[in-house]
């Protein structure tokens, strides 16, 4: 099911948390809405499952108008952060329960809702587990119980708000390659809340970043990866380093010296993003130089503060773990990949 | 304190000994030596005796009457009590915080002036009484009056013992349920209720437990007309004054007997619903 976000405007008591929001959620795929805390993610999220009313805007699911449908009647799978499960319910009364309270019309026999929600805790690789309580189990468990439950009812969008951030790191790191497999053997229109970059990165077909209640970027994980379009998607997806120079004559200037990279035609302040990894260490003069401030190692590769010039510019590179730079001594290097952004 | 040490558990809480040994001192003297002295006393007219004094036509009507009362007034404040619980902690509005802190009130009135009051409204010729006096309905000096008064004094218990734990229900659980497809009615049903039966169960005791020891307020509004309106409290106050103590104590040993183990019941259904529900751990 495609969904379908038009100019949506969310104001809580008259303190706007979105901005004229736009964006288009392609049938089947995963994707993930991130940004720091208060950048109105999790409100996009709850606007779409109709958990909140929007102040203006649209919503649609495929070619349907569903602005004005209650929670209930959108169909629609939620997953709490907190697990939110049914704590006097067993395992498998909480997968069946969104059956169970279909009307009579609509509600399978009791015979099929018991079997379905087996089949669901298989899915969810609990089997065996159907008739203990919530509070028996673990957090990554209860994680898994609130997923079964979500697509006992087959929804047409699947809604996750932070489903990992309870967990521990090793958990999360599993259930991650766990929901990407579930995403793909059932296919359902996945929409995630994270505020963390590498689970976004290593889950979603798509990002949509999002930043103090306005959308700064949609795309591929390595389109947004590789070319940011703005300052904050930069910092905030990704380590980076950032300088302020000066863009004259079709150089980049760095206080008084040029550092041998050449700009685009816009002339005056600017502001220099690049990888710490995506450096490469230059011999010469016409390169950005400095000394060693602080290094530490990080997994393979030995993070560096270098000091440049006198006006206490610092910034972060990537030197090899064995490279013998030691504390004070000089290094010039060049970016390799690098974007400019106005000041 | 030799004999304790296996029950000791590790810990980095000190004083086991200390703080063990003043509960169970402060407990027998507090509540264990007069009760004990109660049943004593009650004893004093032997096996035969007892059981003559208790199975008295009117003292077994009164205990009836205590019993009754107290049990359809105790459902019918956790009915109610919840429903106040719910507004108060659910919703906001002008003047919240008064009628929050006048479900307080039957605690701090003293209850002869709750039963007097109770008594002018609900005679013949009072405020609500003159109303349902036609109608052949009589409330005052009848067990529903008893059972009115109880439900006054027992109101606080049930909504003080429900407020926090609405509270602290997570609205995100009744949000999953409406996203599940349930309806209000059923999300209140099979979600918020279901959740809070171990509070409920609580207020429900200790309303209970209120009512049947309430003496008070129940004998201005009771009438006090023995086989029909007449409290076990009342008769043993009217054995006293028959200086007829042994009597007394009988009547008091059987109603304790009784709602000790009413109260007992109670608790093993909430360690039940507790250890089942996750609560406490």
């Known amino acids: 099911m495609e969904v379908r976000v038009q100019n949506v405007r969310k104001e809580f008591d008259r303190f706007p948390a979105l901005h004229d929001v736009s964006l288009d959620i392609v049938s089947g795929e995963l994707i993930a809405l991130l940004g720091p805390s208060g950048s109105g993610k999790t409100t996009l999220l ?18 349907e108008d569903a602005s004005e449908k209650s929670v209930q009647e959108r169909n629609i799978g939620f ?41 669901l805790l298989d899915l969810v690789q609990l089997s065996g587990l159907e008739r203990r309580y919530p509070n028996q189990l673990s957090g990554g468990q209860r994680q898994r119980v609130a997923l079964a439950r979500a697509l006992a009812i087959e929804p047409r969008v ?123 260490l230059v011999e010469g003069d016409a390169a950005l130089a400095g000394v060693v401030a602080s290094s530490r190692r990080v997994g393979g590769t030995r993070r560096v503060e270098l000091e440049l010039g006198g006006a206490g510019h610092r910034v972060e590179i990537d030197l090899p773990f064995d490279h013998p730079a030691g504390e004070r001594s000089r290094i010039a290097f060049r970016p390799k990949r690098w974007q400019l952004f106005p000041a | 304190m030799k004999g304790f040490g296996r029950f000791r558990q590790p ?69 109610f009590g919840t429903l106040i619980a719910w507004v108060l902690v659910r919703y906001r509005f002008p003047g919240r915080r008064i009628f929050d802190a006048m479900v307080d009130l039957p605690f701090a009135l003293p209850t002869a002036v709750a039963g007097i009051a109770l008594t002018a409204i609900y005679a013949p010729n009072g405020f609500v009484g003159q109303w349902v006096a036609p109608l052949g309905l009589r409330i005052a000096y009848t067990p529903i009056g008893i059972t009115i008064a109880m439900i006054f004094i027992g109101l606080p218990f049930v909504v003080r013992t429900i407020q926090p734990i609405l509270e602290e229900a997570s609205k995100e659980v009744e949000e999953a349920s409406a996203t599940l497809g349930a309806s209000r009615l ?56 028959e200086f007829n103590y042994a009597g007394a104590a009988v009547i008091a040993t059987v109603m304790l007997a009784i709602s000790f183990l009413m109260l007992f019941v109670i608790n093993l259904i909430q360690a039940w619903s507790r250890r089942r529900y996750g609560y406490g751990s």
């Open chain 2, 11 to 79: 810990s980095v809480i000190p004083g086991f000994g200390l703080t063990l040994g003043f509960t169970i001192t402060y407990f027998s003297l507090i509540i264990l030596v007069p009760i004990t002295a109660l049943v004593l006393r009650s004893t004093g007219l032997g096996w035969n005796g007892f059981w003559a004094a208790a199975l008295d036509p009117r003292v077994l009507a009164s205990l009836r009457t205590s019993f009754l009362t107290a049990l359809i007034a105790a459902g019918i404040n956790v009915v």
């Open chain 1, 79 to 119: 997953v709490f952060q907190h697990y939110a499960l049914f704590r006097h319910m067993t395992i498998l009364e909480n997968v069946s329960f969104g059956l169970k309270v279909r009307p009579r019309s609509t509600r399978p026999p009791a015979g099929e809702i018991r079997r379905r929600a087996l089949e």
């Open chain 1, 158 to 280: 699947l809604l996750l708000d932070e489903p990992f951030g309870a967990l521990d790191a090793q958990v999360r790191r599993e259930l991650r390659k766990w929901l990407r497999e579930i995403h793909e053997r059932t296919g359902h229109t996945t929409i995630f809340v994270t505020h963390d970059q590498e689970e976004a990165l290593e889950l979603a077909d798509r990002l949509c970043v999002m930043s103090q209640g306005r959308i700064e970027q949609v795309g591929t994980p390595d389109s947004v990866y590789d070319s940011p379009t703005s300052p904050f998607v930069f910092g905030f997806i990704g380590e980076s380093s950032e300088l302020a120079v000066n863009v004259e004559r079709g150089d980049i200037w760095l206080g008084d010296r040029p550092i041998g990279i050449a700009a685009g035609d816009n002339q005056g302040p600017a502001r220099l993003f690049f990888r710490p990894h995506d450096i490469e």
């Open chain 1, 46 to 63: 709850r606007l779409i499952a109709g958990l909140e009313r929007p102040t203006a805007g649209r919503i649609f699911f495929g070619d």
């Open chain 2, 186 to 241: 059923q999300t209140i049903s099979r979600v918020l209720l279901p959740s809070l039966t171990p509070a409920i169960l609580t207020g429900f005791a200790l309303a209970f437990a209120r009512a049947v020891g309430e003496y008070g307020s129940v004998i201005f509004i009771a009438g006090n007309i023995p086989f029909v309106s007449e409290i076990a409290p009342l008769l043993i106050v009217i054995r006293l004054e």
